[in-house]
């Protein structure tokens, strides 16, 4: 990787921490972080051999996706993860890749949709 492009990633990591709660070893609570900045988060439980996450934008929501069934410390790295691909190139890669690949996105919103009415019917 360019050492340009490294000192740009690390600048938006920067910049993100900076808003957040951190205590003496960081972000305290990143789910916490991740929903006062605006991003709607789901987690689901999609099986030890699920998918991790992703992250899309629909409409003017920017929404994150994470498997509850792994581990709480790799949910965290993954939600870290799609946090730092909003971040970096959000906007052109994600809409970039459901023009590419519009099933995905097909598949992406009827997964979340499955999962908000089994929240709801839960609650």
């Not at 360019?2 to 740009?8: A, D, F, L, M, T």
């Not at 996450?53 to 790799?74: P, Y």
Request: charged share 25%; proline share 2%.
């Amino acid at each position: 990787m360019q050492s340009g492009r490294k000192r740009e990633i690390w600048s938006e990591a920067e910049a993100f921490r900076e808003v957040c709660k951190c205590g003496k070893y960081g972000i305290i609570d990143l789910f916490k972080e991740c929903e006062r900045c605006g991003y709607k988060l789901l987690r689901y439980p999609l099986g030890e051999n699920g998918v991790l996450g992703f992250a899309m934008k629909k409409e003017k929501d920017t929404v994150i996706f994470t498997n509850s069934c792994s581990r709480l410390s790799r949910e965290i790295f993954t939600l870290a993860h799609e946090i730092g691909h909003i971040i970096l190139h959000f906007q052109e890669a994600v809409s970039q890749a459901f023009e590419v690949y519009p099933n995905l996105s097909s598949a992406f919103q009827l997964l979340l949709r499955s999962a908000f009415r089994q929240k709801s019917s839960a609650q």
